[in-house]
């Protein structure tokens, strides 16, 4: 009594299947905009974030000054590169059914970028704790970036 459907790339054949794939595709490309607005939105957290520290810490020093600065810029970068995802997968796509499996070329940038920030603020973050504490995170955030570097 149960249906089983099978959902490929090929073009639909049938007007059941049509519906199955489109559904799939509404369903994937769906949880793109939703995933990059919620980013866009931590993002301008980060910006705000951004702007009160340089009003209110004018007087820190500059290595510190220097770390906000690099974090910024770089979610920036991400949130550009995840803007440019969202464009080439949505947008300049050319809605044929052979091109729903290419990821854009951005993503790989943007995931390496979210572990070189992730890397950045917990060496920051460990500087001045115990040694014990300080090596395994260091190694396994030197890991966790070395695989994102790879992928």
Same mark, same amino acid.
């Given at each position: 009594?149960?249906?089983?459907?099978?959902?490929?790339?090929?073009? %639909?054949?049938? %007007?059941?299947?049509?519906?199955?794939?489109?559904?799939?595709?509404?369903?994937?490309?769906?949880?793109? %905009?939703?995933?990059?607005?919620?980013?866009?939105?931590?993002?301008?957290?980060?910006?705000?974030?951004?702007?009160?520290?340089?009003?209110?810490?004018?007087?820190?020093?500059?290595?510190?000054?220097?770390?906000?600065?690099?974090?910024?810029?770089?979610?920036?970068?991400?949130?550009?590169?995840?803007?440019?995802?969202?464009?080439?997968?949505?947008?300049?796509?050319?809605?044929?059914?052979?091109?729903?499996?290419?990821?854009?070329?951005?993503?790989?940038?943007?995931?390496?970028?979210?572990?070189?920030?992730?890397?950045?603020?917990?060496?920051?973050?460990?500087?001045?704790?115990?040694?014990?504490?300080?090596?395994?995170?260091?190694?396994?955030?030197?890991?966790?970036?070395?695989?994102?570097?790879?992928?």
């Amino acid at each position: 009594m149960g249906l089983a459907f099978q959902v490929s790339f090929r073009s %639909p054949t049938t %007007p059941l299947r049509a519906i199955i794939f489109a559904m799939s595709i509404a369903l994937d490309h769906g949880a793109m %905009p939703i995933g990059g607005l919620l980013g866009f939105g931590l993002s301008g957290c980060v910006n705000m974030q951004f702007i009160v520290y340089c009003r209110v810490y004018f007087y820190e020093s500059w290595r510190t000054k220097s770390l906000v600065i690099v974090i910024w810029l770089l979610d920036l970068c991400h949130s550009a590169l995840v803007a440019s995802a969202l464009w080439d997968s949505i947008i300049a796509s050319d809605s044929g059914l052979d091109t729903l499996d290419i990821i854009p070329w951005s993503i790989g940038p943007a995931i390496e970028l979210t572990a070189m920030i992730t890397f950045i603020v917990q060496l920051e973050v460990v500087q001045s704790k115990k040694l014990t504490v300080v090596i395994p995170i260091v190694v396994l955030s030197l890991v966790r970036l070395g695989r994102y570097t790879l992928s």
